[in-house]
């Protein structure tokens, strides 16, 4: 079974940087995709970013895409989010997800993904 472990997250004040970390342990097939969500308190579940393991699409919601880089260590079988000029809209408890993403339309669908980090806990405030 796959396993992921999310970490990294932490409190910091607007405009800082934290650098999330998703590890991968077992055996994953090659079109396998690392999601990234987050969820804010009395809001739904959404996504972040995602990138896949076969031919390195990357996605972002457009809420974060010029703040954060998502990034795979292959080495460490780990994936990065590197979070940048944080806002406090940022705060939220943020998951990693994984599994197959068959296309561009279908990755910020929470309920494709079979596995499931549990969770890191952002919160950006002065």
């Known amino acids: 079974d796959v396993q992921l472990q999310a970490s990294g997250g932490g409190l910091v004040q607007p405009g800082g940087s934290l650098r999330l970390s998703c590890v991968v342990s077992?055996?994953?097939?090659?079109?396998?995709?690392i999601a990234w969500f987050r969820q804010a308190p009395g809001k739904e579940r959404e996504g972040v970013s995602c990138?896949?393991?076969?031919?390195?699409?990357?996605w972002y919601d457009d809420s974060v895409e010029g703040r954060f880089a998502i990034s795979r260590d292959t080495a460490k079988n780990t994936v990065h989010l590197q979070m940048n000029s944080l806002k406090p809209e940022d705060t939220a408890v943020y998951y990693c997800?994984?599994?197959?993403?068959?296309?561009?339309?279908?990755?910020?669908?929470?309920?494709?993904?079979?596995?499931w980090g549990q969770g890191t806990q952002v919160t950006v405030s002065s």
């Open positions: 077992g055996f994953t097939f090659d079109n396998y995709a």
């Open positions: 997800a994984g599994g197959i993403v068959a296309g561009d339309d279908f990755w910020r669908l929470a309920s494709i993904y079979d596995d």
């Open positions: 990138i896949s393991k076969s031919d390195g699409r990357i």
